[in-house]
């Protein structure tokens, strides 16, 4: 079954930040770190480096990710001209705090009365965006201002200091390629009603054995780890006695049951991607240039 997802609102939603992107001295970009490559919008990313916008990579949800690929992760996004990574957990609050000040390194010379330091930020759904944007405002340094909306789907938020945040819904492109969909579904970051979740799991299931063997079999010791991936849901569904009519394993709930291990980290801290899979980083025109004006 193929994946797709692009509901209408975010076709608006893309068009606006395209446009405030212009605008904008540096992009905060929230990546969901167990998959940071999947979840770059493709379409914001061509058009930041055309426009040559520095950025700042948010790699949330590290304390879900694979340390060691996290590492790996961050080398890769530090190696691009204009580009700085960070790993972070939303949730544990703290390295929030330091977002703005990364943020200007890549911009100094904003954040002057004359030049406010404008930032735009950006994430598919469910990668944490809100849960940074909370923890952000909250630990602001001075009394921050929730400004009314920007333009339909935008809302600018005063950091003080004179840096100036504005914020966007999450939103996915049309045409994501179906193995990037397969993770986003995995992560979550793709809602149920666009997928079949035996498909999602068991794809899940066969890449969590070659390469998280161990992690794999201590929640769900399989007595055959070369089988295929909806083999390996049915024994998930024995295994765990989630059987329907006849004691055939209910392989719909052998599928939740393993995407919500996954999900909330209780089989461990897994990543589905690495940067050795992909071609060399592009070594495009420097990004130094933010935004004049
Ligand atoms: P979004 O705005 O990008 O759509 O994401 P949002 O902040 O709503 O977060 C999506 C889910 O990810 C939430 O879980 C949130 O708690 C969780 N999350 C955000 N940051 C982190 C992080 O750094 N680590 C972990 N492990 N989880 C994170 P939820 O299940 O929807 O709600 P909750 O029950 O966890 O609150």
């Not at 694979?66 to 890769?76: H, I």
Request: charged share 25%; net charge positive.
């Amino acid at each position: 079954m193929a994946i797709e997802w692009f509901p209408g609102h975010m076709r608006e939603a893309r068009k606006e930040a395209a446009e405030t992107l212009r605008k904008t001295d540096v992009v905060l970009e929230v990546l969901d770190a167990r998959v940071p490559f999947s979840s770059c919008n493709p379409g914001i990313e061509e058009l930041r480096r055309k426009l040559q916008r520095p950025a700042l990579k948010i790699l949330n949800k590290q304390d879900l990710a694979d340390p060691e690929r996290t590492r790996e992760w961050l080398a890769y996004y530090n190696a691009q001209p204009g580009v700085r990574a960070v790993a972070l957990s939303a949730k544990q609050g703290p390295s929030v705090k330091r977002l703005p000040e990364r943020a200007l390194a890549l911009a100094p010379h904003r954040a002057r009365p004359a030049k406010p330091l404008r930032m735009l930020i950006l994430g598919i759904p469910n990668v944490g965006k809100s849960t940074l944007m909370n923890s952000l405002l909250r630990r602001s340094v001075s009394k921050v201002g929730n400004e009314p909306a920007l333009t339909k789907h935008q809302f600018g938020h005063d950091l003080g200091n004179h840096m100036w945040l504005v914020d966007t819904p999450g939103m996915l492109w049309p045409d994501i390629e179906q193995r990037a969909a397969l993770k986003l579904a995995a992560t979550h970051s793709i809602g149920p009603a666009a997928y079949d979740p035996v498909e999602v799991a068991a794809e899940l299931a066969r890449y969590l054995l070659d390469n998280y063997a161990e992690l794999f079999t201590r929640r769900f010791p399989v007595a055959a780890p070369s089988a295929s991936g909806p083999d390996l849901i049915a024994e998930i569904g024995r295994l765990r006695s989630l059987l329907g009519k006849g004691g055939v394993p209910d392989l719909a709930r052998a599928a939740r049951t393993l995407l919500g291990e996954f999900r909330d980290g209780t089989l461990g801290k897994i990543s589905l991607e690495s940067p050795a899979q992909l071609p060399p980083p592009v070594q495009g025109a420097p990004h130094s240039g933010a935004a004049t004006g």
